[in-house]
Nanobody
């Protein structure tokens, strides 16, 4: 069983920055992926970034490409970060960390964090 704990959400002005963190525990995720999703009120959960825990290579959705950076901790491989720059009001959502899956479709992931609210206003 995998547990995911996110942190780092909050309120930020447009153009500002936030960094989200996610720590995975409870299983060996070496050969899997971790991802960030977000869900705004009334909208479907959107995959925004995925990273291979083996290579550390991220892939981004077009909506965040060039503004968000998904990285893996150099020493704690089950810890990942989402650096969010140039935030826009449309980035407002609950952000979720996900593990044991692949790609950017929510239904492909087996484990989810509790979510952290990001509000850009």
């Amino acid at each position: 069983h995998v547990q995911l704990v996110e942190s780092g959400g909050g309120l930020v002005q447009p153009g500002g920055s936030l960094t989200l963190s996610c720590v995975a525990s409870g299983a060996n995720l070496r050969h899997n992926y971790m991802a960030w999703f977000r869900q705004a009120p009334g909208k479907e959960r959107e995959g925004i970034a995925v990273i291979s825990l083996t290579t550390g290579s991220p892939v981004y959705a077009d909506s965040v490409k060039g503004r968000f950076t998904f990285s893996q901790d150099d020493t704690a491989k089950n810890t990942v970060y989402l650096q969010m720059n140039s935030l826009k009001p449309e980035d407002t959502a609950v952000y979720y960390c996900a593990a044991d899956g692949y790609g950017l479709l929510a239904r492909r992931y087996n484990y989810w964090g509790q979510g952290t609210q990001v509000t850009v206003s």
